[in-house]
């Protein structure tokens, strides 16, 4: 009940608990728990609830209201949220990641000890509200992916963040498997490519030695001198 515009959906591995991501008229997109009989407040509510909203909220027998679990008071327009199940993310088990469509950050928040809300190391969104002059350092994990519209783990364990805008799908893999496939990439020419590049050393090998043999088998130009 008074949800008002939904992009993510996902399902927490551990509890079972549903989670969304809501967005605003033009303040404060939110991340919601959404336990069953969940009230979200539209269209009288977004974001924290002020005593005076809560005053007119409409009573629907059997629904509760509760407030989000995170909000933006700036438009981020949040799409995606997954959790991230994966043996190679271990680190991450006790986060949820949302994108959004404006920035094109990818931001994870760390859960509290029962999996129903976030902890913060920043003072600052102590109130679970980024307000527009402050940070979101904290919770930036990644940028760059423009207007995001999914978030999955793949059968290798690895993260892929679907990016609407750019048409593409990123992956995101630990820091050590980056070294390691780098390294790969940097000592390692594909077979495919050895051909061309044995024929292109032949070609090259070929025209030096007929230079040069075109060079020794030159005749010397002959001057004609004329008498007066």
Known sequence: M???NSFGLTVDPVTGNLWDTENGDDDFDEVNLVPPNFNSGWDVIMGPATESELSRLPGYDGYVYSDPEFSWQQVVVPTAISFIDSKL???YKNSVFVGDCIYGNLYKFELNS????FVFNDPALADNVVNTDESMDEIVF????RCTTDIEVG???LVY???HADDSIYRIMPKTMMVDEVQDVDS???IQYLEYITIAALIIAVIIVFKKVRS???IPSQTKTTQP
Not at 114 to 117: A, F, H, I, N
């Open 161 to 163: 963040v679907v990016s």
């Open 155 to 157: 059968p290798d364990g």
């Open 2 to 4: 008074g949800v008002r």
């Open 89 to 91: 993310f271990e680190k």
């Open 142 to 145: 990644g940028t760059g992916f």
């Open 216 to 218: 020794k088998n030159a």
């Open 188 to 190: 390692t020419i594909p």
């Open 114 to 117: 029962d999996r129903t809300g």
